[in-house]
C-alpha cells in the first residue's frame, strides 16, 4: 500500500487539465480545509474531491470491490473510509462548501462538462 499515491493521481490530473481548459482556476489539497480537498476552486466557494472507487466505494462500480483475502480488514477499512468522507462533506456543505465528488470511473468529458456547467450556472445564479 505503500505505493498508492493519495494525489496527482491519474483521474485527478484528468479532472485538473479539464477545468484548467475550461477558464476555471482552483488550488490543490488545501490543508486548512477539512479533508483536504482535491480541488479548491474560491471563486465558487465549491470543493472537488476526485475519489477512487475501490478506496471509497463507489456504489454500484466495478472497481468497489471487496477483496477475498483478509475479507474483515478491508471491509473495516473501507467503511470507515465512506462514514469519513459522508462526515468531511457535511462539515463542508455545514461551513457553506458545495462539495463536488469526480469518481475515478467518471474522470471523462461528458461528466466533467456537467460540472462546469453547474459550477457556472450556480455562480451565475448567486452574482
Not at 59 to 85: E, H, I, M, Q, S
Not at 91 to 116: D, I, K, M, P
Request: with cysteine; aromatic share 10%.
Amino acid at each position: 500500500m505503500a505505493g498508492i499515491r493519495n494525489r496527482n493521481t491519474k483521474p485527478e490530473l484528468i479532472v485538473r487539465s479539464y477545468l484548467h481548459r475550461a477558464g476555471l482556476r482552483f488550488t490543490l489539497h488545501n490543508k486548512k480545509l477539512l479533508g483536504k480537498p482535491d480541488l479548491v476552486l474560491r471563486r465558487w466557494r465549491a470543493v472537488i474531491f476526485v475519489n477512487g472507487c475501490f478506496w471509497h466505494r463507489h456504489r454500484g462500480c466495478n472497481f468497489a470491490y471487496t477483496p477475498k483475502t483478509n475479507a474483515r480488514f478491508w471491509l473495516k477499512k473501507l467503511t470507515d473510509n465512506v462514514d469519513r468522507d459522508q462526515r468531511t462533506v457535511r462539515e463542508l456543505r455545514h461551513q457553506g462548501w458545495r462539495v463536488f465528488t469526480v469518481w475515478e470511473c467518471q474522470a471523462n468529458n461528458r461528466r466533467l462538462a456537467s460540472l462546469v456547467r453547474k459550477l457556472k450556472q450556480e455562480s451565475l445564479a448567486n452574482d
